[in-house]
């Protein structure tokens, strides 16, 4: 593990999250401008989902149903057991509590990217219809988490309606899954006609991106003294906790080793793109400092930088 570890710690994605990290903490004036991250963004997203698809289209359902099932499983779940953990354990307010079980039940798509960038380094095989798995996630925690705050009387009214087409057409999930779709569609012959735009410069955007995650995560550091020593210390073991809940069901649905250590990955994983948007829509009253400073300065470096390896070495411990 300790290889798989150095190796990880020295590949060009956490080596720019970390050069983002230092250059907010040195206060560079390096800044993205929001046009060239919106950019990105839509470019990862789209392209992970387009690459998805053509994966599904050559796999066939009969191979995904089983573990997408798992998957939408596991993003019901962890919002349910982080929830009474962050409400008592963490004496938080259940809006609060609320909206954190609801970012670390959703996913990071830019996690799974460096896993599966880890798996490739490595050499370990992976199903590539392993993008559907993160397509599906987003939405079913981000739906409980919101149930979970109304019903403890967070913030006014907000139709359930409305809640649902944010948590399902928000603009993270509506790219991934609309461009898997076409990806479905389009399949292998699709994928020859827009590889050298979705594929090859992709390691590059991901740089990029990365780059500018490490900028953000820096500034976010400052509220590590606001948010205190237990979510600190939630922030680490949930994610491993998740990590190795999302193997074990990964290993029981049927995935490979790497698949698994796919889908642990994602368990493990806390969004903070899709998330957000649809809990601030849903429950304002929450302090998103709390769920942000979580999910990005302390839980997407510790995925990062120890998870991603943690989850591979339990995925192997399982399927020697």
Known sequence: MSDALVANLLSPAVLFFALGLVAALVRSELKFPEALYSALTIYLLVAIGFKGGVALAEAGLGRVWLPALAAIGLGAFIPLWTYPVLRWGGRMA???????????????????????????????????????????????????????????????????????????????????????????????????????????????????????????????????????????????????????????????????????????????SASYIAAPAAVRLALPEANPTLSLTAALAITFPFNLTVGIPLCDAFARLLQP
Not at 103 to 125: C, E, Q, W
């Open 94 to 268: 259940a809006v609060d509590a609320a909206a954190i079980a609801a970012h670390y039940g959703s996913v990071s798509a830019v996690t799974f990217l460096a896993a599966t960038n880890y798996l490739a380094a490595i050499g370990r095989p992976y199903e590539s219809h392993a993008v559907a798995l993160l397509a599906v996630m987003e939405s079913p925690a981000i739906l409980v988490g919101v149930v979970l705050g109304k019903r403890a009387g967070g913030g006014p009214p907000v139709p359930l309606g409305l809640v649902v087409r944010e948590a399902l057409f928000g603009r993270s999930i509506f790219l991934l899954l609309g461009a898997l779709v076409v990806g479905a569609l389009c399949g292998p012959d699709g994928m020859e006609k827009v590889g050298p735009f979705f594929v090859t410069p992709f390691q590059g955007v991901l740089a990029l991106f990365l780059l500018e995650m490490g900028l953000v995560a820096g500034r976010r550091l400052e509220d590590l003294r606001r948010v205190g020593p237990f979510l600190l210390a939630f922030g680490i073991v949930a994610p491993a906790l998740n990590g190795a809940l999302g193997v074990a069901v990964g290993t029981a649905a049927g995935l490979s080793a790497g698949g698994a250590m796919l889908l642990g990955v994602l368990a493990a």
